[in-house]
Nanobody, 122 residues
Framework: QVQLVESGGGLVQAGDSLRLSCAAS????????MGWFRQAPGKEREFVAA???????RYADSVKGRFTISRNNAKNTMYLQMNSLKPEDTAVYYC????????????????WGQGTQVTVSS
C-alpha cells in the first residue's frame, strides 16, 4: 500500500520559516516527479512546487524565491523549505507523487498525502 505522509506543519508568524517533509512508503518514487499542492480555506487547491526525478524544479509564481523543493531518493523523501512566510501561505499542504511534469506545472498526480496544516499569523 502506497502512503505519502507529510510532517512539519504548524503555526508560525509572518516572516518565519517552516520545513515540510513527505515520507513515501509502499514503493519507490525515485523515477517519478513529486510535488506540493496547497488548499486555503474557501479556495481551490493550487500547485506550489514540483521536482522531477532528475532534480529539476518549478514553482508557482506566488512562492518563487521563498520556497525550495528538494528530494532524497535514497530516503524516498521530499521536502519543502518555506521561508519568509506570509499570511496568504496559510493552507493545508499536500505531498504528491507520480504526475506529469512535462507541462508548466504538475498534473495528473496519482498519489496524494493526507495534508499538513500551515498557519501563518500576521
Amino acid at each position: 500500500q502506497v502512503q505519502l505522509v507529510e510532517s512539519g506543519g504548524g503555526l508560525v508568524q509572518a516572516g518565519d520559516s517552516l520545513r515540510l517533509s513527505c515520507a513515501a512508503s509502499g514503493r519507490s518514487f525515485r523515477r517519478d516527479a513529486m510535488g506540493w499542492f496547497r488548499q486555503a480555506p474557501g479556495k481551490e487547491r493550487e500547485f506550489v512546487a514540483a521536482i522531477s526525478w532528475t532534480g529539476s524544479t518549478r514553482y508557482a509564481d506566488s512562492v518563487k524565491g521563498r520556497f525550495t523543493i528538494s528530494r532524497n531518493n535514497a530516503k524516498n523523501t521530499m521536502y519543502l523549505q518555506m521561508n519568509s512566510l506570509k499570511p496568504e501561505d496559510t493552507a493545508v499542504y499536500y505531498c504528491t507523487a507520480d504526475g506529469d511534469y512535462s507541462g508548466d506545472d504538475f498534473t495528473g498526480v496519482k498519489f496524494w498525502g493526507q495534508g499538513t496544516q500551515v498557519t501563518v499569523s500576521s
